[in-house]
């Protein structure tokens, strides 16, 4: 925070919003609709990942306020309300995602949300141990994502009294309440300026909102939205800092202290190494320090401290790095040694954490196909890395799910549902663990194509026609083996000059009599209508599939 120089992260925001910006300049074309798609997940990624590093700052103070509440109260308090205050505009610019893919698509919250978002259980960053649901738009899916009629109308507004205008304001409000705590001086650090000017191509002024918002796209307005609740958390981030500086360590009069344990991540993939940092808890930094590190051990004492790691400390921190080499949960145990500083007494204050590593994996998982399909088994694969798939426990909400011989499973889906809900916990040293869920449709199997001698329509060869000898339902793109339907019945109509001709209703597939004499005594250039097909699948529904057009060449 010294100096308010620009940390990665901040370049890393600076970086996205040139290319959007660029982006907004082009004619959309579909390269241009999914770089945009690829920026707006990367944005949403970032804004889940950086509630973690804002959490953690919360924590920390709310150690320091409980160490010594007259001392950091009025810090603390202050700090209570950015945060109030961040997640209030951060709802905001949520609701006002929703309201403008809601007018785009001509439908109601509830339906944007069922069609458009899914709903995903992450771990709560504020309330360690918990999890809370966290709705998340799929821009892929929002079939309008490339129209800005609605979305102009509605951001703009026929006389610029659109909902833009709102929202500069209270952004507005938001950056004076964190410049009045990271001072004027900073101003351009915090963006978030709703006061800047643009200049379009033929050089015409243009306000922030109109800039951002007129004529743009509803995937660009989706992206600059989540664009903005960054530029929020860093604000805030940098913000909650600030306040976290005000506070002397050097002044405290401390009753006790105590280990903490800072990991980058309890969970790492093999190859890469483990990294954390220790401190001594509001402590001064420039009391050295030393740890002793005892791994695979749940706790250090004088029969295991012979054989610890020894780590020296630097400004008061140590930092620990372990190599990844061995798989599966792993534990370590310590002891930070410092003198007290009035009675230069050796103390020991003890401390454990854990980790895992796992293997290195790749997930693939296509955003369109969060389906599943009534009246079939719907093999899954529901994984956790570093928990063996016997520890797994899925369940659904409506359905039912099993496991099957190859380790994967079954899911099967009642017909006339709409959604559920697949969650998994685990068990893990005697506990269930909450892994997650993850919310699917529900469709029917789709319709086959009807075809004869692999066509639908066009011209044939009378005796190929009479050689195909059936009709034939093809499923065209279903991966699904073993699923077919059946022809329970057809007809076949043809004109002789102008008289029609029919053979009524043939049962099945295959040609009776009756077609095969149309066929035989058709001439050139005469066209045969199959039409009226029943098919009947597995599951015991009947559809009506598609005519056959055929001229006799």
């Not at 308010?4 to 959007?20: A, S």
């Not at 320091?64 to 109260?73: I, T, W």
């Not at 899911?411 to 663990?433: F, H, M, Q, Y």
């Amino acid at each position: 925070m010294a100096g308010y120089k620009e940390t990665p992260r901040q370049k890393m925001i600076g970086m996205l919003y040139l290319v959007l910006t660029a982006l907004l300049a082009l004619n959309v074309s579909k390269d241009i609709l999914d770089a945009f798609l690829v920026v707006n997940e990367g944005m949403v990624s970032t804004n889940v990942r950086f509630e973690s590093k804002v959490a953690t700052v919360y924590s920390r103070f709310e150690s320091q306020y409980n160490l010594n509440p007259g001392k950091v109260g009025e810090y603390w308090e202050k700090a209570k309300e950015l945060r109030l205050r961040s997640q209030q505009l951060i709802h905001y610019l949520d609701s006002v995602q929703l309201e403008v893919v809601s007018r785009s698509e001509r439908k109601s919250h509830e339906e944007v949300k069922s069609l458009y978002y899914a709903k995903v259980q992450l771990p709560d960053f504020r309330n360690q141990g918990d999890l809370r649901d966290r709705d998340f738009l799929d821009l892929s899916l929002v079939p309008s994502r490339d129209k800005y009629d609605e979305a102009t109308n509605y951001m703009i507004g026929p006389n610029k009294n659109g909902e833009a205008y709102t929202m500069a304001k209270k952004i507005e409000e938001y950056r004076q309440f964190v410049l009045g705590i990271v001072g004027e001086n900073n101003a351009d650090k915090i963006g978030l300026n709703t006061h800047e000017k643009f200049k379009d191509a033929s050089g015409v002024t243009q306000d922030w909102m109109y800039y951002n918002f007129y004529h743009t796209i509803l995937a660009a307005n989706v992206t600059i939205l989540n664009k903005i609740v960054t530029e929020v958390q860093s604000a805030e981030f940098d913000a909650v800092n600030r306040l976290f500086e005000n506070i002397t360590e050097k002044d405290y009069k401390f009753d006790r202290l105590s280990a903490e344990v800072i990991p980058n991540s309890t969970y790492i993939l093999k190859g890469q190494n483990y990294e954390a940092t220790v401190i001594l808890t509001a402590y001064d930094s420039k009391t050295q320090s030393e740890v002793k590190i005892v791994r695979g051990a749940s706790a250090i004492n004088d029969g295991n401290i012979g054989g610890a790691q020894v780590f020296k400390s630097e400004n008061g921190v140590v930092r620990l790095s372990f190599p990844g080499q061995t798989e599966g949960p792993q534990r370590y145990a310590g002891v930070i040694e410092v003198r007290d500083p009035l009675t230069q007494e050796l103390k020991r204050h003890p401390f454990d954490a854990q980790y895992i590593v796992a293997p290195p994996s790749l997930t693939v998982a296509p955003l369109k196909m969060n389906i599943l399909y009534s009246g079939l088994k719907n093999p899954i694969s529901i994984s956790a890395p570093g928990i063996p798939n016997e520890q797994i426990v899925p369940s659904i909400s409506k359905g039912k799910i099993i496991r099957n011989a190859n380790g994967n499973w079954d899911v099967e889906v009642p017909a006339g549902e709409r959604t559920t809900t697949i969650s998994a916990a685990a068990n893990v040293d005697g506990k269930s663990l909450p892994l997650g869920s993850f919310e699917f449709r529900i469709k029917r199997v789709p319709d086959p194509i009807a075809k004869i001698a692999d066509l639908t329509d066009g011209t044939i060869d009378k005796n190929r026609l009479l050689a195909s000898r059936a009709i034939i339902p093809e499923m065209v793109d279903f991966d699904f083996e073993g699923f077919h339907f059946e022809i329970v019945s057809y007809e076949l109509s043809t004109y002789r000059g102008t008289e029609l001709q029919r053979t009524g209703t043939v049962r099945g597939n295959v040609f009776n009599d009756a077609v095969s004499n149309l066929i035989k005594n058709a001439g050139r250039g005469q066209r045969l209508y199959f039409e009226r097909i029943q098919a009947k699948g597995p599951d015991g529904t009947m559809r009506t599939l598609n005519p056959i057009n055929l001229e006799i060449n």
